[in-house]
C-alpha cells in the first residue's frame, strides 16, 4: 500500500505563489509515476501536471510556464510550484502515484483559493 499526504494548499492573491507538497510512504518502489490533479465545483477533476521516473514530465495547457512539478525520488515527494495565480487555478488538488500493476492512489486533497 501507498500512503499519500499533502500540504501547502491554501488562500492567495491573484498573481501570487503557492508551494504544494506530497509525501508518499509504505511501498513506494512501486510508484512509476507522480501527479497533481484538480477538481473545482461542478468540474470534473483534471490532471495539472505528471512527473514520470524517467524524467519527463507533462503539463496541462493552461498551467503551462506558470507551474513546474518536481520530485524528490529519494524521498518519494513531488512538488508542484505554483507561480502568476489566477481566479480559475482554484480547486481542491490532489497529489497521485501511479504504481505498477495496482493502479492509482489518492491524496486527500489541498484546497487552492486564488481571490483578492
Known amino acids: 500500500q501507498v500512503q499519500l499526504v499533502e500540504s501547502g494548499g491554501g488562500l492567495v492573491q491573484p498573481g501570487g505563489s503557492l508551494r504544494l507538497s506530497c509525501a508518499a510512504s509504505g511501498s513506494v518502489t512501486s510508484i512509476y509515476a507522480m501527479g497533481w490533479y484538480r477538481q473545482a465545483p461542478g468540474k470534473q477533476r483534471e490532471l495539472v501536471a505528471r512527473s514520470i521516473n524517467s524524467g519527463s514530465t507533462y503539463y496541462i495547457d493552461s498551467v503551462k510556464g506558470r507551474f513546474t512539478i518536481s520530485r524528490d525520488v529519494i524521498k518519494s515527494t513531488v512538488f508542484l510550484q505554483m507561480n502568476s495565480l489566477k481566479p480559475e487555478d482554484s480547486a481542491v488538488y490532489y497529489c497521485?502515484?501511479?504504481?505498477?500493476?495496482?493502479?492509482?492512489?489518492w491524496g486527500q486533497g489541498t484546497q487552492v483559493t486564488v481571490s483578492s
Open positions: 497521485s502515484a501511479d504504481l505498477i500493476g495496482d493502479g492509482v492512489r
